[in-house]
């Protein structure tokens, strides 16, 4: 590996190697003691690590070196920046690291910290998670800067969790390769011969340039393969001496230009025979998951559905249809897959989750109850480009379901042609029989419409506070702004997709991808950062465990002015895993032990209870409550929309019902 | 026994007397369901949720108190059996009070955050 180390350098190394080499063997000296022996500058003098420096020593850790770092030459990162530059990317979530030190400098003395712009984050989970969450609304990805090894750990839960929503995101992790030159000590904990390996099973690619114009190509390359569906995240190990080396010839190296791929789209004749047979059906469905890349994919989806008066089931990985329309029928799912002839999945996270039940019940062997949903003689369409980019190990590709037609490709690329396939197949004798299958849709749609909102009424005035009522306490307050859901809704029983009417591909951005915990207090922060270029108003209902995964996010939007609303959906616990052990006390005949709870012990943050209203305060955040009477809502949000419209972020906390 | 006269109110009318033992042992129930998880898949107020109680909903209007009590003993779908050795017939009992106390909701034409 090209590493050039002027005697700065060196000599910054042998200091930092003595200090290093004191922490690991000797036991600590006094103060003094410790400090002449610092500015003596003697490498070999026992030094212990943590203590005040002194100011030769302050000199050399952060001063300007003497003889540069690039006597004869440029920083090379310079160059990197420049790469980066090439590729538009907006900001660099991060956590700042020595292994990359290097870039960083070069980040914000070389490129103006503009394009990308620093967001300084707390966590390596919720860098990237912003990045996930960025991603969704603005389509673009961002540069995750990671150190390399520890602070990839960090990351890690967040990359699978982009990985299994198909997600870019630009990862570099730092890492110094010489070991015969690196630090001892710290940095040398913090190095690996290969640190891409922690996360290669949930990346589509990763490289180690070992030269610049290496580093050119493989980020453009990174880039690429990261934007091509499906979507995924890629990784990056930078050589902290490929950054810190002196570039003697800038005009060598040249920057890949950044050619968009096509998406993949499904082959026509699988095409012809999907649109052959749902032409043909009597009850078709379509299902729609992680498909709706843009607002051309609602449109796309719109338009085939109106073609065949097909129902669509919204799994909401993405925004895909507007629940407005009276094709949407999701409150209607099971019913209509039971009856259904043809089924289209459109990119599927779980096809055989979708058409198969599964009751958590421990019969048959404690596997639990599994039975089909569907028709035997019910055909089977998948459009999906996850089989273009699978891996082994994680099984994010879920159960296996044998499907009739199956195509892979990207789904929102294929929808035209199969839009067109489906027009010139449905015979003109049926137009009689789609028409009235519309019919019978917009009745259904008005049912379920009213069903949902009589839900909606029940404990409406409780305490804890109803999800209902407080999902429509909030839309009282932003229905007439141009506003877009960055949270997850599920915890809340999805009243607002199901109660608000969402008809734009912002107005909410799906879910986590792999249900990692800790993804969605960061990746609502990301989100609103995009929406915030746009002028959208962003609101999140932040579930109160996933809050305390890294709520240093929360000081991270103060800081870099991202309008949010966060509205706790405070319900003191882990609820998932409350239902979960007291199924498996009431399934083993045992009383579940609540300790002084109210659900099984291990499983409530109560006892104390947690006042987020002061963890954002106390980040420099506007905050209100707990709140735990319903009528004191309206007053609250109200002074915390206009707080939001006023550009700074605002959180609210309510004491919930648990679902 | 409590659980009669809970059933007696229910289907012939409270009179005094009974009105307090229900009134009583609803109390008791309403703490029994927090105690026994029952809050937990179906909401305080038993309002549930289609996340977790297959969006069936307990109160107001509880199913007939012979179906209810056979359902919590025997469920063996989505939902986890409790036998009398971990939920006594009195606390199932009170449970069943608690539920019947529950109100109505308002009507949803009378809430303006669920009107268009």
């Known amino acids: ?659 | 026994m409590r659980m009669c006269v809970i059933i007696a109110g229910l289907v012939f009318g409270l009179n005094v007397g009974q009105e307090v033992a229900s009134a009583a042992s609803a109390e008791h129930g309403k703490t029994a369901f927090i105690q026994n998880g029952c809050w937990q898949c179906h909401g305080t107020m038993g309002q549930g949720s289609i996340m977790t109680s297959g969006g069936k909903r307990l109160a107001p209007d509880p199913l007939p108190w012979e179906t209810f009590s056979a359902f919590v003993r025997s469920s063996n779908r989505a939902m986890p059996p409790f036998s009398e050795k971990i939920l006594s017939d009195n606390d199932l009992a009170d449970i069943y009070a608690y539920l019947l106390s529950i109100p109505k909701p308002p009507d949803t034409a009378s809430i303006p955050l669920l009107k268009e």
């Open chain 1, 1 to 659: 590996m090209a590493r050039l180390l002027s005697r700065t350098r060196l000599n910054r190394r042998k200091f930092m190697a003595g200090v290093a080499l004191a922490g690991a063997s000797a036991a600590p000296l006094p103060t003094d003691a410790a400090n002449a022996a610092a500015s003596a500058g003697s490498p070999d003098a026992a030094r212990p690590s943590a203590l005040r420096p002194t100011a030769a020593v302050a000199a050399a850790e952060t001063g300007t070196p003497q003889a540069s770092v690039q006597a004869g030459g440029a920083p090379s990162s310079d160059f990197m920046v420049d790469v980066i530059k090439s590729l538009d990317i907006d900001y660099v979530p991060c956590n700042p690291a020595q292994s990359f030190r290097g870039l960083h400098e070069s980040l914000i003395d070389y490129g103006g910290n503009k394009k990308p712009e620093f967001l300084t984050c707390t966590h390596e989970e919720a860098s990237v998670a912003m990045a996930h969450g960025y991603f969704k609304i603005a389509g673009k990805p961002l540069l995750v800067l990671c150190h390399g090894t520890v602070g990839l750990q960090h990351a890690a839960m967040a990359i699978y969790n982009a990985w299994c929503d198909r997600v870019p995101v630009i990862v570099m992790g730092g890492t110094d390769l010489d070991a015969s030159k690196r630090p001892p000590g710290v940095p040398t904990f913090h190095s690996a011969q290969d640190i891409n390996a922690l996360v290669r099973d949930f990346t589509k690619w990763d490289d180690q340039p070992v030269s610049l114009q290496h580093f050119a190509q493989s980020f453009v390359r990174a880039y690429k393969l990261a934007m091509t569906p499906p979507h995924e995240p890629v990784m990056i190990a930078l050589d902290c001496g490929l950054q810190e080396q002196a570039l003697h010839d800038r005009s060598k190296l040249t920057i890949p230009r950044y050619v968009p791929t096509a998406p993949p789209q499904g082959d026509m004749n699988a095409v012809r025979e999907a649109a052959r047979l749902l032409a043909a059906a009597e009850r078709p469905v379509i299902i729609a998951d992680k498909y709706a890349r843009t607002a051309d994919g609602v449109k796309f989806l719109v338009q085939l559905a109106e073609a065949l008066q097909a129902p669509v089931i919204d799994q909401k990985g993405r925004m895909n249809f507007p629940n407005t329309h009276h094709l949407f029928q999701n409150g209607r799912a099971q019913a209509l897959l039971k009856e259904a002839d043809v089924i289209l999945g459109l990119e599927l996270a779980d096809y055989w989750g979708t058409v198969n039940g599964y009751i958590d019940n421990g019969e048959n062997d404690g596997a639990g109850l599994q039975e089909s949903h569907i028709k035997p003689s019910a055909k089977l369409i998948s459009i999906s480009s996850v089989t273009l980019n699978t891996k082994s190990n994680y099984q994010d590709f879920q159960r296996f379901q044998v499907v009739d037609v199956d195509m892979a490709g990207d789904a929102q690329a294929t929808l035209p042609a199969l839009i067109e396939a489906v027009k010139q197949a449905l015979p003109t004798n049926r137009t009689g029989n789609i028409e009235a299958r519309g019919a019978a849709m917009k009745k259904a749609w008005t049912d379920a419409r009213d069903r949902t909102r009589q839900a909606a009424s029940y404990a409406w005035d409780a305490s804890p506070i109803s999800t209902a009522r407080m999902a429509m306490e909030v839309y009282a307050q932003i229905k007439d702004l141009d506003w877009s859901s960055v949270g997850g809704d599920r915890q809340l029983s999805s009243w607002p997709s199901r109660l608000w009417p969402m008809d734009k591909h912002y107005h909410h951005i799906g879910g986590p991808g792999g249900y990692g915990i800790g993804y969605n207090a960061p990746a609502a922060v990301g989100a609103a950062l995009a929406n915030r270029a746009q002028g959208r108003f962003s609101i999140n209902f932040q579930p109160d465990g996933d809050m305390m995964f890294g709520p240093g996010v929360l000081w991270t939007a103060v800081k870099h002015q991202i309008p949010l609303l966060s509205v706790m959906h405070n319900n003191r616990g882990y609820h998932q895993e409350s239902m979960h052990v007291q199924r498996m006390s009431s399934r083993r005949n045992r009383v579940a032990s609540l300790g002084k709870d109210i659900a099984p012990v291990g499983t409530r943050l109560e006892n104390p209870t947690i006042d987020y209203a002061k963890l954002a305060s106390s980040m420099g955040m506007w905050s209100a409550g707990p709140i735990t009477d319903a009528n004191e809502l309206a007053p609250a949000l109200k002074k915390a929309v206009q707080v939001v419209k006023a550009g700074e972020p605002a959180m609210v906390d309510v004491v919930t019902q648990p679902r």
